[in-house]
């Protein structure tokens, strides 16, 4: 008997161990996954409603003269319409009436950019673009199979665009989407399309690469190189969000190439959001700005000098930090808040001053301080006038000094304490090198 | 029954691998939040003179192990009662190990993986490791434990390249109630279960090295190596972020972006979070089948090996399905624990000391 | 049967005195055996004195049969009685180096079939055993399997005697001791233990000679049967028991302390106890310059490593763990397994299978094949194969790596092939996941074996800066003062403060 026992066992664990072996639940081969390099997010258009719903309603329509010529469907009551265009249909079962859960029509529009790995060489490494709709993100996204027609890899997605409309709408189901996934990395950077929707942005084409979304990788991290624009990646909006309700994203937007006609994407200002919907957009101008006095812009930005509507030098900003200090008066009711920077810069381009004489290098400095003070309180003036909240972080830092103190004005701060605050800017520069030469190029007849 | 002699330093491996193991994964207390750092500080003070006295019990009752002193003091009927209750801990603590670890897999990687699956592999390698003996994986975790130390320092020091400054970085938000509750729920998971581990000790008594002050530093470092790792997350991920994830150390390892061939080794990251689960299992079932050896008095604790699996097994696919679940037996039911792990080993101490004094007392009073 | 049991009741009788019936008994126990030659010798001044000499022909160096056997026995003027006989021809007639009596037939067959000579003598109740050994054997060559870039060139061959005398040239101590014993119940095999007395443990010795004497097989043709018969962990793929060819290298490791084995017939010798470093170390490395030894030994580890785990992690990352791989490399990667109708594991296994099959097919061809089966091989699996889109060409890549990495380690290959396919096995089933729980195991495997009571791991484990010099890392000689502290007895090999 014990023999057979012993068989017996021994038969269900080859059995079970067979199982592990016919290739597991989670085995992928690398040539059946669609790699997706880009994607973008928008709200589908009221057009695509419109012919949504008319084919809906003609579908459904359909299905009730089916319906009505099959003898077990007699009893069944036309659909219903209500006012946002759904269309609910209740259906009877066994004389009882059960309601059908209609799903609304979708709302965003997910598109996504693979590469092509045909066999053709001339085909091979092209990226190939799909759109689905659907009701969540994750629905539009996981529809996104049907056009491709391989299983979808999100593991090597960088970079989310976000159109204008959907950021306008509200990006808290996208961030969702983003952290929960686990495939979706955290570190995923996050951009708006400036006027335009994500899908065309991810479409547009670019002489350079094969595939839209490293060119527009690579840009973004060179831009944030030369400090004129940042890259944002999902972990640190998610943040930002998190502490105040407001935070900031890259614009990006499409201009034609000027050589060609050929349409490219241009880095063009930042986009401030708050409570995950977006307000407004800061121009190129004052975005450079704001970057530098968020502390974003170490290295390399290029800082024009005017001298009386002239540009006499320019700045190559080396290294620079940045320091608040903030006064309340009595009551709390209004706050005084003085940036002070303190920059080393090389000179970039000089035509005007004498880079042997102290004088003209104190000279150089002063106007440097007074071009810089002005160019970031207009960008101050700028984001309190047209947006009133703080996108420069300065109430993170009254919460670390005084946290007591911030409990009490924090309702207060972004409703009217930021947009009536006094601001004083005061820029130091110390000028280190003038690079590669000793003193400007001078001109033969001057002494 | 094979004697089975460890060194100073194996046990301090040991410990350092047990003690990290639950907390290496999950990020704040829920209670404590962003003050999680000194809840574990505290916690780590607060446990320290249990383990002395651990360490003391043991000393007191040379060549006898922790059931055998249950036994002696308890009487034979309550300690057997007492030794099954730590028993049934021992394996209710493995299978919440085993479940974590097969969770841990399903949600990153293994998706379509049914939990049973990923969950064979542990029990395989624990049951081996049962036959085999607790001199085994001290020997084991001394060869394994500077790679994978050395693993999850570099890994920490490249998201350093992520982190930014803790701008809002508070103090005592929320005051100091909520640290007390954090440091009291930390005391019982992880630092109180180290009896497990203690209660594997047959013989403390060794010329080479200090009990005591081996454990003292391990516990020092131990305690330092989480709260560097919290405040390495709480830097990389943002204290938002870090609240709402459920296995920060995990996702903040996801941002490592030191070049391009080292993007993304969060799938060779994991497999630390895989090993120190399995010490932790391994260990509380070792507990487990010395508690069923001096129960049932038999000689060598490989015969339970095949129960013990299998009862794990079953416990954590059906008692701890979910994360959900997990997560609630951990902030809520682990609280119950402490008088098992706390007062009644402080008992005994309590009433040894007392009756080796007497003993003492007894004894000069008949020489006089 | 029934000759066996004859031949068994002869071995236990003794010798008679009368010569006829003497031979007729051994004529009986070889019968059939036509290499047996009879000699017989009378001596010219004696003629009382009636010999025999017995001997297997081929077995013997007719020189020393011919000049300094039969004819001082033919030719000697010496005259005795018959109770002097025997001391008169033991000393002062026969002209060998070694002669004995004996009257035991156990003893006379075995020295007869070992090519000693036997003389019988009429009425005398004991027979000479003459050495007379010439049988051919193999000179003294370096061996194959271990050939190193500089250091002594001499190996061990079959004959026992040369190997010991071999041993004993690089050793000149008395206390270096070579204790014979026979093994096998059918070939009676001489086996070696050999010690230097004041290193070894003496529970060591007692423990190798107390398994040897355990051993019950009926023929031991090579060192591997003894050493599969005593190891410690028979069904471990570890070999627990070291081998080499190399007098030097067995000279050292007698001088660390070990116990060493050599038998009859075979030119491998064993010690033990054996460490799972000493597999990768040559013996070489002690005589080149330490820091290229010391890259080479790390050269070495690194290899193993990789050719048991590159083809598990390249299947576990291109299958479930596709994150790992940057992007551009797992667009070209994908790009190149379009076509190709295999799932990666079975294109692994096939390949992996093939690459075995070559190296087994090198192995036992002629050297004349040999050249044209390797042009084939590479060509055959490298190009058709990719182009005829059988395999993809990374894999191609990562199976080469692997097999030119698995020859560097000649000492592991049974554990490397099992190895790897095992986990190529695992890391299909749950990715690296897989691989780790192989690798876990066999590590804890690796950690709970044991070598004659010592741990296999050795100096791995304890990590002290002591044991570090001689492990991974080859330190010089002028700085290796001691002896590995867990297995010599005399832990000083050089005075404190010596220089180089």
């Known amino acids: ?447 | ?368 | 049967m029934q000759s066996k049991n004859n031949s068994d009741n002869l071995l236990q009788k003794q010798i008679t005195g009368n010569l006829q019936k003497d031979i007729a008994l051994l004529q009986t126990l070889f019968t059939n055996d036509d290499t047996l030659r009879i000699r017989r010798i009378c001596n010219t001044a004696n003629p009382a004195l009636n010999c025999a000499l017995l001997f297997f022909d081929g077995m013997i160096n007719m020189q020393v049969v011919n000049e300094f056997i039969v004819k001082p026995i033919s030719q000697s003027p010496y005259r005795a009685d018959k109770d002097h006989i025997e001391e008169l021809l033991k000393t002062k007639i026969i002209q060998t180096e070694q002669v004995e009596t004996t009257a035991e037939i156990q003893k006379i067959s075995q020295a007869m079939l070992y090519g000693d000579s036997i003389l019988f003598v009429d009425g005398l109740k004991n027979a000479f055993i003459i050495s007379s050994k010439g049988w051919e054997k193999r000179s003294v060559m370096e061996p194959p399997s271990e050939q190193v870039f500089r250091g002594p060139r001499e190996g061990f061959t079959e004959a026992i005697m040369t190997n010991t005398s071999l041993l004993r040239r690089k050793v000149q101590n008395p206390d270096l001791k070579f204790k014979f014993l026979n093994l096998g119940t059918e070939t009676h095999t001489k086996v070696c233990i050999s010690y230097i007395e004041n290193l070894a443990k003496p529970e060591l010795i007692d423990e190798v000679e107390d398994r040897l004497r355990a051993i019950q097989l009926d023929s031991i043709l090579d060192s591997n049967y003894i050493q599969e018969m005593i190891k410690d962990a028979p069904h471990s793929p570890f070999k627990t028991i070291y081998n080499s060819e190399r007098p030097d290298t067995v000279a050292a490791n007698l001088l660390e302390g070990r116990v060493a084995i050599m038998v009859d017939g075979s030119p491998s010798a064993l010690t033990m106890p054996a460490f799972f470093i000493e597999n990768f170390q040559a013996s070489d490395d002690y005589y080149i310059n330490y820091y290229f030894s010391t890259i080479s030994r790390i050269l070495r580890l690194i290899g193993f490593f990789i050719t048991i785990s590159a083809p598990a992690i390249y299947l576990a990352l291109v299958t479930y763990h596709q994150e790992v791989i940057p992007t551009q490399l797992l667009l070209s990667l994908a790009a190149a397994r379009q076509g190709v109708p295999f799932p990666t594991i079975i294109e692994e296994l096939l390949l992996l299978i093939a690459f075995e099959v070559l190296r087994e097919a090198g192995t036992r061809m002629p050297n004349n094949i040999g050249q044209a089966l390797s042009i084939v091989g590479a060509v055959v699996l490298g190009q058709a194969a990719v182009e005829a889109r059988f395999v993809s060409a990374p894999i191609v890549i990562i199976i080469s790596i692997t097999g030119i990495t698995s020859l560097m380690i000649p000492r592991m290959q049974g554990f490397i092939v099992f190895t790897r396919l095992s986990l190529i096995i695992l890391a299909s089933i749950i990715g690296i996941y897989g691989y780790l729980f192989g690798m876990s195991l066999i590590l804890l495997h690796l950690v709970s074996i044991r070598s004659f009571g010592y741990y296999y791991v050795g100096g791995f484990a304890s990590f002290t800066a002591e044991r570090q010099k001689d492990i991974v890392v080859r330190a010089p000689w002028w700085k290796m003062r001691n002896r590995p502290d867990y297995l010599a007895q005399v832990r000083q090999r050089q005075p404190e403060r010596s220089r180089p």
């Open chain 2, 1 to 368: 029954m094979k004697k089975e002699t460890i060194s100073g330093k194996q046990f301090a491996f040991l410990l350092f691998m047990y003690l990290n193991s639950g907390v290496l994964l999950m990020g704040q207390n829920a209670v404590a939040g962003a003050d999680s750092w000194l809840s574990l500080l505290l916690a780590a003070i607060c446990i320290l003179p249990f383990y002395f006295i651990y360490i003391d019990l043991l000393k007191r009752h040379p060549q006898k192990d922790f059931f055998a002193i249950l036994k002696e003091i308890c009487g034979p009927k309550l300690g057997k009662f007492l030794i099954t209750l730590y028993v049934l801990y021992a394996i209710v603590l493995a299978s919440f190990a085993m479940s974590n670890h097969a969770q841990f897999l399903h949600t990153i990687s293994l998706i379509g993986m049914p939990l049973w699956a990923i969950m064979i592999f542990m029990a395989i390698i624990v049951f081996l490791v049962l036959r085999m003996g607790f001199e085994v994986l001290a020997r084991w975790i001394e060869m394994v434990l500077p790679v994978l130390l050395a693993m999850l320092v570099l890994t920490g020091i490249l998201t350093l390249t992520e982190s930014h400054t803790i701008d809002n970085f508070t103090f005592l938000y929320d005051g100091v109630k909520p640290v007390f509750i954090g440091g009291f729920h930390f005391l019982s998971f992880p630092f109180g279960e180290a009896l497990l581990l203690f209660g594997l000790l047959d013989n403390v008594k060794c010329k080479k090295w200090n009990l005591p002050k081996t454990v003292c530093l391990t516990l020092f470092l131990t305690t330092l190596f989480i709260m560097s790792n919290f405040f390495r997350n709480l830097s990389v991920l943002g204290p938002n972020l870090m609240s709402i994830l459920n296995y920060p150390t995990y996702e903040a390892s996801t941002l490592i972006d030191a070049g391009i061939f080292i993007e993304r080794i969060e799938s060779i990251v994991s497999t630390n979070f895989v090993l120190s689960d399995f010490i932790k299992t391994s260990i509380c079932l070792l507990f487990a089948a010395r508690g069923l050896q001096s129960l049932f008095n038999q000689r060598e604790i490989a015969c339970f090996a095949p129960y013990l699996i299998l009862i794990s097994f079953a416990i954590a696919l059906f008692v701890f399905p979910s994360i959900i679940m997990n997560q609630l037996w951990i902030e809520q039911i682990s609280y119950w624990f402490w008088p098992l792990l706390l007062l009644l080993p402080l008992f005994l101490w309590l009433f040894t000391v007392l009756q080796q004094k007497r003993e003492k007392n007894k004894a000069t009073k008949s020489a006089c």
């Open chain 1, 1 to 447: 008997m014990k023999k057979i026992v012993k068989f017996f066992f021994f038969c269900c664990f080859c059995l079970l161990g067979s199982g592990f072996l016919c290739g597991c639940w989670q085995y992928q081969e690398l040539e059946k996954l669609a790699v997706i390099t880009g994607a973008a997010a928008d709200l589908v258009k009221p057009e695509d409603i419109e012919q949504k719903t008319q084919q809906a309603q003609k579908k459904h329509e359909s299905d009730i003269d089916e319906a009505a010529k099959d003898p077990q469907g007699k009893n069944e009551e036309p659909a219903k319409e209500n006012k946002t265009g759904d269309t609910e249909k209740p259906q009877q079962h066994d004389g009882k009436k059960v309601s059908v859960y209609q799903p609304e029509i979708d709302k965003y529009l997910v598109t996504t950019e693979t590469v092509d790995l045909d066999t053709k060489p001339e085909n091979t490494g092209r990226a190939l673009n799909t759109a689905a709709m659907g009701d969540t993100i994750l629905e539009a996204a996981r529809k996104n199979t049907q056009y491709v027609g391989k299983d979808l890899y999100w593991t090597h997605l960088n970079l989310f665009i976000i159109g204008e409309d959907m950021a306008k709408d509200g990006v808290q189901s996208l961030l969702d989407f983003i952290c929960r996934y686990y495939q979706m990395k955290l570190s995923t950077s996050l951009m708006v399309a400036k006027g335009t929707s994500g899908a065309d942005i991810l479409k547009g084409s670019n002489p350079s690469e094969r595939i839209p979304s490293f060119n527009i990788m690579s840009t973004i991290t060179n831009n944030a190189k030369h400090a004129i624009t940042y890259q944002v990646k999902a972990n640190q909006f998610i943040n930002d969000m998190g502490m105040q309700g407001i935070s900031t994203l890259p614009a990006v937007t499409i201009q034609p190439d000027p050589n060609n006609g050929n349409p490219i994407t241009v880095f063009d200002g930042i986009a401030v959001f708050q409570d995950y919907k977006l307000i407004g957009y800061l121009p190129q101008q004052e975005s450079l700005y704001y970057l530098f006095a968020i502390g974003q812009s170490n290295t390399n930005l290029i800082v024009p000098i005017e001298k009386d509507g002239q540009l006499v030098a320019s700045l190559d900003i080396q290294k620079s930090k940045t320091k608040m200090k903030y006064e309340f008066n009595e009551d709390y009711s209004q706050i005084q808040l003085k940036l002070v920077i303190q920059i080393r810069a090389n000179i970039g381009e000089n035509m005007v001053f004498n880079e042997q004489d102290k004088q003209d290098i104190q000279e150089l400095a002063a106007l440097a301080n007074q071009n810089i003070e002005e160019r970031i309180m207009h960008c101050l003036q700028y984001v309190q006038s047209n947006f009133g909240i703080d996108i420069f972080n300065f109430g993170a830092e009254i919460e670390a000094k005084q946290t007591q103190l911030w409990k009490t004005i924090e309702q207060k701060w972004n409703h009217g304490l930021f947009r009536d605050a006094l601001l004083q800017v005061e820029v130091k520069t110390e000028i280190i090198s003038g690079s590669a030469l000793k003193n400007r190029i001078e001109m033969g007849n001057e002494g």
